[in-house]
T-cell receptor, first 110, second 114 residues
Framework: DAKTTQPPSMDCAEGRAANLPCNHSTISGNEYVYWYRQIHSQGPQYIIH???NNETNEMASLIITEDRKSSTLILPHATLRDTAVYYC???????????FGTGTRLTIIP | SAVISQKPSRDICQRGTSLTIQCQVD?????MFWYRQQPGQSLTLIAT?????????ESGFVIDKFPISRPNLTFSTLTVSNMSPEDSSIYLC???????????FGSGTRLTVV
């Protein structure tokens, strides 16, 4: 799997948009970008994934650059419950193991 | 999403003993994945379990230490054998979730070896 680079920590004010960057400069053409988060003492939770188009679901938006070397996860209106470690992972689609990096610890400030 | 029931949620075990962790999924899945998360660390894949065949282990993990069973398409167990304090970690199982294309994780088993 390609490696990803994320900032170790970020803060965001409650109610504001949280923008979490991820660099994946060695991503191959058939690898997807996945985002997961892990709230303290819980298992990781799937957020969103994409190949090359921007994606949006009820949790977040994923913006992937045209060259696919980086992406940004956007939580549009952060709440205190969004405080978690966010993992950006690149992987092939379907029954593939995930290689977790160190992630970004996002803290939402009241 | 797929629903995973993982048991036990936590346990405190004596060194030298073994613990078997169970993972039950509410739908049939081809592959199940077992991860370890050491204190303050990220997740590391232990092995991939396919029904009807031997599990595939990642570098640094061996079958004698972490035997895995996969008797059917909805169930798997991971045993942590001959435990030492270094085995104190959270152990998680995971399956692909076709509903959203990502993976669903169990809530984890927090193991403390004393």
């Amino acid at each position: 799997d390609a490696k990803t680079t994320q900032p170790p920590s970020m803060d965001c004010a409650e109610g504001r948009a949280a923008n979490l960057p991820c660099n994946h400069s060695t991503i191959s053409g058939n690898e997807y970008v996945y985002w997961y988060r892990q709230i303290h003492s819980q298992g990781p939770q799937y957020i969103i994934h994409g190949l090359k188009n921007n994606e949006t679901n009820e949790m977040a938006s994923l913006i992937i650059t045209e060259d696919r070397k980086s992406s940004t996860l956007i939580l549009p209106h952060a709440t205190l419950r969004d405080t978690a470690v966010y993992y950006c992972i690149v992987s092939l689609f379907g029954n593939e193991k995930l290689t977790f990096g160190t992630g970004t610890r996002l803290t939402i400030i009241p | 999403s797929a629903v995973i029931s993982q048991k036990p949620s936590r346990d405190i075990c004596q060194r030298g003993t073994s613990l078997t962790i169970q993972c039950q999924v509410d739908s049939q899945v081809t592959m199940m994945f077992w991860y370890r998360q050491q204190p303050g660390q990220s997740l590391t894949l232990i092995a991939t379990a396919n029904q009807g065949s031997e599990a595939t282990y990642e570098s640094g993990f061996v079958i004698d230490k972490f035997p895995i069973s996969r008797p059917n398409l909805t169930f798997s167990t991971l045993t942590v054998s001959n435990m030492s304090p270094e085995d104190s970690s959270i152990y998680l199982c995971s399956v692909e979730d076709l509903r959203h294309g990502g993976y669903t994780f169990g809530s984890g088993t927090r193991l403390t070896v004393v």
